[in-house]
């Protein structure tokens, strides 16, 4: 069974950074498609970022490009998100995801392009 767990959520100030990590059990770190979305009171679920790593390619959304860096550690079997420049704006509950094994992340940012889903990190930035 395939379960995703994140940790790393917090509050910080604007400006500040957090990491946030995604362990992974019944799921193999390799050529996989994994990504961070989140949700922010109110709105809908939203890609911030997604990585394949059988071709070492990641998306990120607009606002978050720069400041955040999607990477994996196949020895840990984690999935990190670091997250520089914090902004209020960066408020919401993170989410982990992942698609199906073979999955070549053809909808890396759209939440319908993934299977599985951790139950989330809380992220507060305050001004």
């Known amino acids: 069974q395939v379960q995703l767990v994140e940790s790393g959520g917090g509050s910080v100030q604007a400006g500040g950074s957090l990491r946030l990590s995604c362990a992974a059990s019944?799921?193999?770190?390799?050529?996989?498609?994994m990504g961070w979305f989140r949700q922010a009171p109110g709105k809908e679920r939203e890609g911030v970022a997604a990585i394949y790593t059988g071709g070492d390619t990641t998306w990120y959304a607009d606002s978050v490009k720069g400041r955040f860096t999607i990477s994996q550690d196949n020895a840990k079997n984690t999935m990190y998100l670091q997250m520089n420049s914090l902004k209020p704006e960066d408020t919401a509950m993170y989410y982990c995801?992942?698609?199906?094994?073979?999955?070549?992340?053809?909808?890396?940012?759209?939440?319908?392009?993934?299977?599985?889903w951790g139950k989330g990190t809380l992220v507060t930035i305050s001004s």
């Open positions: 995801a992942a698609e199906r094994i073979g999955g070549y992340c053809s909808s890396p940012l759209f939440d319908y392009g993934m299977d599985y």
């Open positions: 019944g799921y193999t770190y390799g050529t996989n498609c």
